[in-house]
């Protein structure tokens, strides 16, 4: 008999050198406050984000957000003092990448007409 993991979540972890200042950026990048601060040397929002206070091990991650619309998000940023890269397209639909302080990468993706949502 073969089992898989029942998956009820997942949080993409960044390790930053500031988390007071990497929450400052985050929660413009978000859009609102962390949802909680499980450690002192953590928090976290719900939307499967984790942002790590760990000296010497800061950068460069990788998370992917997975948004409605692109052009929306894009301007929302812009408007939020955080600069975006171009947009790049695909088969998973269109693509554009921020950097945080500490040199972390987050990419935005909008899935193409018709993407089934899990």
Known sequence: ???????????AGLC???????????????GR???DRPLPTMV?????LQLW??????????ATVVVEDLSVERRRLQGAGITIGPESRGDFGAVAQVSD???NRIALAE????????
Request: no cysteine; proline share 9%.
């Open 1 to 11: 008999m073969t089992t898989s993991i029942t998956v009820i979540g997942i949080y």
């Open 16 to 30: 930053v050198s500031d988390l007071a200042a990497a929450t400052d950026w985050y929660t413009r990048f978000m």
């Open 33 to 35: 406050a962390p949802d």
């Open 44 to 48: 976290q929002w719900r939307a499967g």
């Open 53 to 62: 206070q760990k000296e010497g091990e800061m950068g460069p991650g990788v």
């Open 101 to 103: 302080p500490d040199g």
């Open 111 to 118: 899935p193409p007409a018709g993407f089934a949502r899990s």
